[in-house]
């Protein structure tokens, strides 16, 4: 689905249902004991070296463990790796956690279907699988064919399937395949009719968009360049588009467009669907994109359809016309549509307009237009004509979150992936042939106000809970669903709740817990929290939340400032030199679950991963009063170099960079590395990170728990301790197996349980 959000978030926050962390070191929670149990964590070397920031010295003591290939860092890593296992391994109740886990994380997982011709593209995972299956079946009803199984790719289960795409007539599928997290994918074709692998090999083709010619004799697609084409350090970037023809050596595919280009410009494309146009929509950062557009019946290039501002646009092109969500003066999105090949901005024509909920994206399904809404957090799906009139609500079977949708524009059938705190992933089918025919009244669920007029109440409020769903006219049927019989949701309950932010600013909450649970003012309490990037933590099935809950714990997600939960002036509120607005919102949650008699700080634990291990790097710094322990999790905390490393220069829209002397200011105000306090008490912490992570360097992690061992009153606790864990085949989350999340998540929780004196 297009629209206002970007193809491909490169910074992304792998679902609640995984919050994600890394594995162990080498796999088995054990493996890295030794058989003298360290004193304490080992002792960095102090090698100040001095960087002048626009007249203000920085001083950095363990900038050589920036270099992990170094025998120095590996010793050092390896001596950190052996401290940590000799606290977690004899904790009590690992073996009962790690069953329990076990169970949940069997509970398996699928996609909606992808549309091509007759057939159907999903993937699913089955319980202890370690990676996703991809199937396909021939007709609706039919049987399943297992297409790719990565699980047969690597005896432990590290590589993994990263992306696919069907061509028009679903013939063939691309496919990316990875090792060990890397997400550096190589692009395989294999033909869905007899399973047979084509030698068509494609490296350097991460996160790749691939647009099928429609006679199956090639496709579109991204590639980033081999080493030695371009600058050292620049492979990560250049991401370029080019076309292929099956048979060919792709070292000869043509250059479509990227040369002379932003090295940081994120491009993927999409084919129209009579196959004559080419729309590129280009990436730049998290606040503005670019649409161009190319016959490809002409020898021009392609040519800029937007007009070069400060927005984000997303489209799809349909018999001759382009159909634009956008959030140009619009910060929660509206929809425009004007001639393909016109490139006038004036001929642009507004069809369906900005409303209280945020626009996620618009596609064209059954030749109708098929929105997908965000409102407080929760989704919504609408159906409308091509020319912005309104069809009919499509009725959800709860509050929650639409993670996905399928559907082609010559065919009456729509899927969508749904889940929420208490429902597991199920897909759901649509019959458009059943669509009213005209425009449906306005509903409650139009009607305008403010934003908590559709909000998850308490229970006890009377107003719209779990289990009511949207109104709609559509038959909307289940198609199929994961099962989750170790797990009784009906014992659980989900309210919204609202608090106050330092500014006055209304921030939303999920709380989850135990139904009947008593507030006792010392509940344990997990948190977890992201604010960046445009990305929404809206309700999904957390497996490993159970494991929480049912030990008494409340599970909270807080929506703050800097995601798309409330459109784009939520999102710039929380970035840049807005960033600490982030933090305060955070601060601002833990606060209220305190003041409402949940938990104390005694019993309150806060998780979070990539942007949102930055997150918890500042609430160790600014706060370390609030918290009783802290999982940090593949984090950003070297915010003067972070964009020195991996693909972190695409970020610089979002944070900013030391480079520059203002935005130096303000980075420097909250880079929590440099913030650490000597003879300090800090909470608990488990910093976690992967060697294999080409997105957040592992570098950030190791500094900072280097740091805080040397300088916090507790860096040398242990019983309230600073601990670093490692995985050595592991990236940033994706692509992980179940065997390794089992077996973080058991130092995960374990961990927590004994910090919070809970037990199993």
């Known amino acids: 689905m297009l629209g206002g959000r970007f193809p491909v978030l490169l910074f992304s926050l792998l679902s609640i249902s995984s919050l994600f962390a890394t594995a162990v070191f080498a796999g088995d929670s054990k493996s890295s004991s030794s058989s003298t149990e360290p004193a304490g964590p080992p002792k960095a070397e102090i090698k100040p070296i001095a960087d002048l920031y626009h007249g203000t010295k920085v001083v950095d003591n363990y900038r050589w463990l920036e270099d992990g290939n170094s025998p120095e860092t590996q010793k050092w890593v390896e001596q950190e790796m052996a401290y940590t296992r000799s606290l977690l391994d004899p904790l009590p109740g690992r073996d009962a956690i790690h069953k329990r886990l076990t169970e949940l994380l069997s509970i398996g997982s699928i996609t909606a279907p992808m549309l091509a011709g007759k057939h159907y593209f999903y993937t699913k995972r089955e319980g202890m699988q370690n990676q996703p299956v991809l199937y396909v079946r021939d007709s609706l009803d039919g049987p399943d064919r297992v297409l790719v199984d990565a699980n ?3 005896a432990d289960g590290t590589i993994a399937l990263d992306w696919l795409q069907p061509s028009d007539n679903g013939k063939y599928v691309a496919y990316g395949t990875s090792p ?111 649409l161009f557009l190319m016959d490809t019946h002409g020898k021009n290039p392609p040519s800029r359809l937007t007009t070069g501002k400060d927005f984000n646009y997303g489209a799809e092109v349909y018999e001759g016309k382009v ?90 059938e729509v899927f969508f992936g749904f889940h929420s705190f208490t429902t597991p992933p199920s897909i ?58 170790s797990i009784d949701a009906s014992g659980y309950e989900v309210a919204q709740e609202w608090y106050k932010s330092k500014d006055g600013t209304r921030v939303p909450m999920f709380v989850v817990h135990k139904k009947g649970l008593q507030k006792t003012g010392h509940n344990p309490t997990l948190l977890t929290a992201y604010g960046g990037f445009n990305v929404s933590l809206t309700p999904s099935f957390s497996r490993t939340a159970y494991l929480w809950m049912e030990h008494g714990g409340v599970f909270a997600v ?3 400032r800097g995601g798309a939960e409330f459109g784009e002036d939520w999102h710039r509120a929380g970035m840049l030199d807005k960033k600490q607005n982030v933090f305060d919102d955070m601060i601002a949650a833990a606060e209220h679950l305190i003041s409402e008699k949940y938990t104390d700080k005694n019993h309150l634990a806060i998780q979070g991963g990539s942007n949102g291990g930055l997150l918890m790097g500042a609430m160790i710094t600014q706060r370390p009063d609030l918290f009783r322990a802290v999982v940090c999790q593949v984090p950003l905390l070297d915010m003067l170099r972070y964009q020195n490393f991996q693909i972190a220069k695409l970020w610089i829209p979002e944070y900013g960079s030391a480079e520059n002397p203002d935005q130096f200011k303000w980075l420097y105000a909250y880079s929590p590395y440099h913030h650490v306090k000597a003879g300090t008490e800090y909470p608990a912490i488990l910093f976690m990170t992967g060697d294999f992570d080409t997105r957040v360097d592992p570098m950030h992690a190791k500094k900072m728990a280097a740091e805080m061992q040397a300088e ?33 998540f058991t130092d995960v929780y374990s961990f927590l349980f004994w910090q919070l004196g809970m037990k199993e």
């Open 323 to 412: 159909y634009i969500s956008t959030n140009e003066d619009a910060p929660r999105y509206r929809v425009f549509v004007t001639d393909a090949g016109n490139f006038d901005r004036e001929a642009w024509k507004e069809i369906i307009p900005q409303t209280d909920a945020v626009l996620q994206g618009v596609s064209v399904y059954g030749g109708r237009l098929f929105a997908q809404y965000e409102q407080n957090a929760t989704s919504q799906l609408k159906l409308f004509d091509l020319e912005g009139k309104k069809i009919s609500d499509i009725a959800l079977p709860a509050i929650g979150t639409v993670f996905g949708t399928g559907g082609r524009w010559n065919r009456d």
């Open 558 to 560: 807080a929506n703050l």
């Open 180 to 290: 060990s997290g890397s997400e550096m994918s190589t692009l395989h074709i294999i033909e869905t009719k007899t399973g047979t692998i084509l030698p068509d090999t494609i490296e350097r083709t991460r996160a790749a968009s691939v647009a099928w010619l429609h006679d199956n004799s090639g496709f579109y697609y991204t590639r980033y360049p081999k080493k030695g084409d371009v600058p050292a350090g620049q492979e990560m970037y250049n991401r370029h588009v080019f076309i292929h023809l099956i048979g060919t050596d792709p070292d000869t595919d043509d250059l479509i467009f990227g040369e002379g280009r932003d090295p940081e410009d994120w491009p993927s494309v999409f084919l129209s669907n009579d196959g004559r146009w080419l729309l590129i929509h280009v990436s730049q950062g998290w606040t503005k994109s670019e």
């Open 152 to 154: 047969q790719m690597a």
């Open 428 to 485: 759901y089918r649509i019959d458009l042939k059943s669509a009213p025919q005209g425009v449906k009244p306005t509903t409650s669920a139009d009607a305008s106000g403010t934003a908590e007029n559709h909000a998850l109440s308490k229970p006890s409020s009377g107003g719209m809970t779990e289990d009511h769903p949207v109104p709609g006219d559509i038959r909307v049927e289940l198609w199929t669903k994961v099962d989750a019989p």
């Open 712 to 744: 916090a009153k507790n860096g040398q606790s242990k019983t309230r301790p600073i601990l670093l864990r490692i995985e050595s085949k592991a990236g940033h989350g994706a692509g992980k197996p179940v065997t390794k999340q089992i077996e973080e």
